[in-house]
Every structure is written in C-alpha cells, then in structure tokens.
Nanobody, 115 residues
C-alpha cells in the first residue's frame, strides 16, 4: 500500500521559515521523481519544486532562491525548506511521487503566511 504523508505545515509570519517533510512507503522511493505542489485558495494547483532520482532539481520562478527541495533515500523522505516566506506562499502543499508511470499523492499540509 502506497502512502505519502506530509507534515510541517502551519502558520508563520512573512519572512519566516518552515520545513515540510513527506514520509513515504509502498514503492521504490530511490527510483521516484518527487515533487511538491501547492494549491492556493481560488487558484489552480501549481508545481513548486521537483527532485529527480538523480538529484536534479527544478523550481518554479516564484520560489527560486527561497525554497530548497531535498530527499533522503535512506529514510524515504522528501523535504521542502521554505525561507523568506510571503503571503502569496499561503496554500495547501502536496507531495507527489512519480515512479514506473504511476503517480501518488499525499493528503496535503496547510501553510499560512500572514501577520
């Protein structure tokens, strides 16, 4: 049974930091491309960051230089370090795995950036 469980969301003031983590099981994590998406209120789901099985990374322009995606294949986890947070970063953040032409999603974790 495949499971992806996000954690680390919460409320933070503008300029603050949060670290999201996604714990996974049920598939070969080291072979998966892992990504973080977000959905802000009233907006479409947006791809935030990707890390490939070969550790190549990609970020959407709005988070480049502020967010860092990383993975630990020994723990089957993928993290998203978010610094210099802005109100526009407020959203539900989702973890996604792509492996063997299958995709799997977590349930999401809320991030709220406000003063």
């Amino acid at each position: 049974q495949v499971q992806l469980v996000e954690s680390g969301g919460g409320w933070v003031q503008p300029g603050g930091s949060l670290r999201l983590s996604c714990s996974t099981s049920g598939f070969i994590f080291s072979a998966a491309a892992m990504s973080w998406y977000r959905r802000a209120p009233g907006k479409e789901r947006e791809l935030v960051a990707i890390i490939s099985s070969g550790l190549h990374t990609w970020y959407t322009a709005s988070v480049k230089g502020r967010f860092t995606i990383s993975r630990d294949n020994s723990k089957n986890t993928v993290d998203l370090q978010m610094n210099s947070l802005k109100p526009d970063d407020t959203a539900v953040y989702y973890c996604r795995a792509w492996v063997n032409e299958n995709e799997y999603w977590g349930q999401g974790t809320q991030v709220t950036v406000s003063s």
